[in-house]
C-alpha cells in the first residue's frame, strides 16, 4: 500500500521507469512528487515542487514499489501482475471484539465511508451490484435505521472482498458511518457457497417479532402506510416510497398502530365465509373501519360474511356478492385498490343508510390523462 515517503516507478509508457515519492494517500486517491525522470526523460532531475494526484486504484496500476528505495518494503511490488498477492491482515480497531480461530479473525468496527471506499478499490469476488439495492441500504443508513445485526462484511485471506459491497458502496453513497461484524482470511474459493440463502421477507419479520398471522399484518401495514402517505393504496409513486416501508418501518408501524392486527383478524373471521380477496387486502379494510367505529366495524363485518337478512340492494350484499363471484385473488396493485375501494363506498353507504343498485370504482388516472374518482375516505 502506498505510505508517505515509499518510492515508487512507472511501469509503462513516455516515463517509464520515472521514481516518485509518495505525499499522502487516503485510501481515494495518492497525491506524489516526481523525483527522478524515466528513461525516455534522460534521467534528469525533475522539479520536485510539483505534487501529482492519481485515484488510488489508477495509481497502482501505473506504479510499481521501487526496489531498495526508503519506505519501498523491500521492492516488492503491491501488485504484481500474474502472481498471487501475500496474505495481508490489518490490524482491527480499538473498539473491535476480536475471536481468532487460526488466521481467521472478526471484529466489530465503525466503517467510515473513506475506509468503505479504500476496501472497494481493492476489488474482489462479489455479485454484480444493483442500483436499487445500494439506494435502499444508503436510506436507511441515512435514517439512522441501520443495525448491527450479524451480517459481516467479509474479506479473503488476500484482503479483497467477497461479500458486502452492497453495504460498502451504501455507505460511501450515504455519507455515513456504520457499526457492522468484519471477518478477514478467509479462502477465496467461499464466494461460490455465499449469498444462496432466502431473504427475509417482511413476513418473516413480523413473525421473528412474535405476531400471528405475520404475511397478512405486514401487507395490511404496507397498505396503510401508502394511503396515509399519500391517499392512495397504489400510488403512482409507489417505487419511490418504498423507503417509507422497509422492514424496520412496517414493523414499528404495528407496534404504534395494534388495529392493524384486529383488522386482520377480522378479515380472517370474514374469509370463513367463503370470500375471496385476501387477509392482508381486507385487514387493511377493516384497519381503516375499525378506526372510524369499532363497533359498527364488527357489525358490517358479521353481516359481510353470513350475508343474514340483507336487503337486495345493500352495499354489504353487494359487495359480498363481489367477494363470492371473484374468487380469484386481485393480480396486480390495481386490483386490489380496486377491490379495497368498493369495500370502503359500502361501508360509506351502509353508514348513510343508502340502497345501492351497484358499486363502482374508477381510480384517478395518471397526470396528463383523464381523471377519475379519488380513493375514498371511510367515515
Keep these: 500500500m502506498p505510505v508517505r515517503g515509499s518510492r515508487w516507478l512507472r511501469k509503462n509508457g513516455k516515463h517509464r521507469d520515472a521514481e516518485i515519492e509518495v505525499t499522502e494517500s487516503n485510501g481515494l486517491s ?6 527522478v525522470g524515466g528513461a525516455h526523460m534522460g534521467n534528469q532531475k525533475v522539479d520536485p515542487s510539483k505534487v501529482y494526484t492519481l485515484p488510488y486504484e489508477t495509481f497502482l496500476r501505473q ?5 531498495g528505495a526508503v519506505g519501498s518494503g523491500g521492492g516488492r511490488s503491491f501488485r504484481q501482475v500474474n502472481l498471487p498477492k501475500p496474505p495481508v491482515y490489518e ?8 475471536a481468532t480461530v487460526d488466521e481467521i479473525t472478526s471484529a466489530i468496527e465503525d466503517v467510515s465511508p473513506a475506509q468503505a471506499q479504500a476496501w472497494l478499490n481493492r476489488g474482489g469476488h462479489n455479485r454484480p451490484t444493483t442500483k436499487g439495492r445500494i439506494s435502499r441500504y444508503a436510506r436507511v443508513m441515512g435514517r439512522g435505521e441501520w443495525r448491527l445485526n450479524g451480517e459481516a462484511i467479509k474479506f479473503d485471506r488476500n484482503g479483497l472482498i467477497i461479500d458486502g459491497k452492497h453495504r460498502l458502496l451504501a455507505c460511501v453513497e450515504s455519507g455515513v458511518t456504520f ?10 474459493e467461499i464466494f461460490t457457497v455465499l449469498d444462496i440463502g432466502k431473504n427475509r421477507t417482511p413476513g ?13 399484518v405486514a401487507s395490511a401495514a404496507r397498505g396503510l402506510i401508502f394511503i396515509q402517505a399519500t391517499g392512495r393504496y397504489d400510488p403512482p409513486t409507489r417505487r419511490e416510497l418504498e423507503p417509507l416501508v422497509t422492514h424496520a418501518a412496517l414493523l414499528q408501524y404495528v407496534q404504534e398502530h395494534p388495529e392493524v392486527v384486529d383488522g386482520v383478524l377480522l378479515a380472517n373471521h ?3 365465509g367463503g370470500l375471496s380477496g385476501g387477509s392482508g387486502l381486507l385487514g387493511t379494510l377493516f384497519t381503516l373501519l375499525l378506526r372510524v367505529d369499532r363497533d359498527a366495524a364488527a357489525d358490517f363485518a358479521e353481516a359481510l360474511k353470513s350475508g343474514a337478512n340483507l336487503d337486495v340492494d345493500s352495499p354489504i350484499l353487494r359487495y359480498r356478492n363481489r367477494l363470492i363471484t371473484d374468487q380469484r385473488l386481485p393480480s396486480n396493485q390495481a386490483s386490489r385498490e380496486h377491490l379495497l375501494a368498493l369495500g370502503v363506498k359500502a361501508w360509506n353507504f ?6 345501492v343498485g351497484q358499486l363502482t370504482f374508477h381510480a384517478e388516472r395518471t397526470s396528463g390523462r383523464r381523471g377519475g374518482e379519488a380513493f375514498p375516505v371511510a367515515v
Design 30 to 35: 495518492v497525491m506524489f512528487k516526481n523525483v
Design 204 to 216: 418473516d419479520i413480523m413473525g421473528i417479532a412474535g405476531y400471528q398471522n405475520r404475511v397478512a
Design 179 to 188: 457499526r457492522t461484524l468484519v471477518i478477514r482470511g478467509l479462502e477465496p
Design 270 to 272: 370474514v374469509r370463513t
Design 63 to 67: 506504479y510499481v514499489v521501487a526496489a
Design 350 to 355: 351502509w353508514r348513510a343508510g343508502e340502497q
Design 91 to 98: 490490524a482491527p480497531p480499538a473498539n473491535g471484539k476480536v
